[in-house]
C-alpha cells in the first residue's frame, strides 16, 4: 500500500551536482524510513542513504559530505542533493520505503557523471 517514484537523474559531468526526488504514496503514515540505493553495472545493489522519522541521516561513506539526505513531509518526498559527483557515483539509483508491511522500491532512475 506504499509506492515510491523517483525522478531527477540525468547526465552529469564530474564535480557537478544532482538532486533526486522521491515522492510516496499510499499507506504514507505506515512508513519508517525512506532511503535511497544504487547499482551500477555488474555490481551489488547498495545503500546510499538513509532518513528515518526522526530525521535520523546515515550514509555510505563514499558519499558523506557529498550527498545530503532531506525529507518534505508536506509533499511526501525525500530528496538526495549529489554534490561534487564522481564518475564512481554512476548507477542506478532506488528509492525505498520501509513501512510495517515491508519495503516498497520505485522504478529507479539513471544517473551517470562523466569524467
Known amino acids: 500500500q506504499v509506492q515510491v517514484v523517483e525522478s531527477g537523474g540525468g547526465l552529469v559531468q564530474a564535480g557537478g551536482s544532482l538532486r533526486l526526488s522521491c515522492t510516496a504514496s499510499?499507506?504514507?503514515?505506515?512508513?519508517?524510513?525512506m532511503g535511497w540505493y544504487r547499482q551500477a553495472p555488474g555490481k551489488q545493489r547498495e545503500l546510499v542513504a538513509v532518513?528515518?522519522?526522526?530525521?535520523?541521516?546515515n550514509y555510505t561513506n563514499s558519499v558523506k559530505g557529498r550527498f545530503t539526505i532531506s525529507r518534505d513531509n508536506a509533499k511526501n518526498t525525500v530528496y538526495l542533493q549529489m554534490n561534487s559527483l564522481k564518475p564512481e557515483d554512476t548507477a542506478f539509483y532506488y528509492c525505498?520505503?520501509?513501512?510495517?508491511?515491508?519495503?516498497?522500491w520505485g522504478q529507479g532512475t539513471q544517473v551517470t557523471v562523466s569524467s
Open positions: 525505498n520505503a520501509r513501512h510495517r508491511r515491508g519495503d516498497s
Open positions: 499510499g499507506s504514507i503514515f505506515s512508513i519508517f524510513a
Open positions: 532518513i528515518t522519522n526522526g530525521g535520523t541521516t
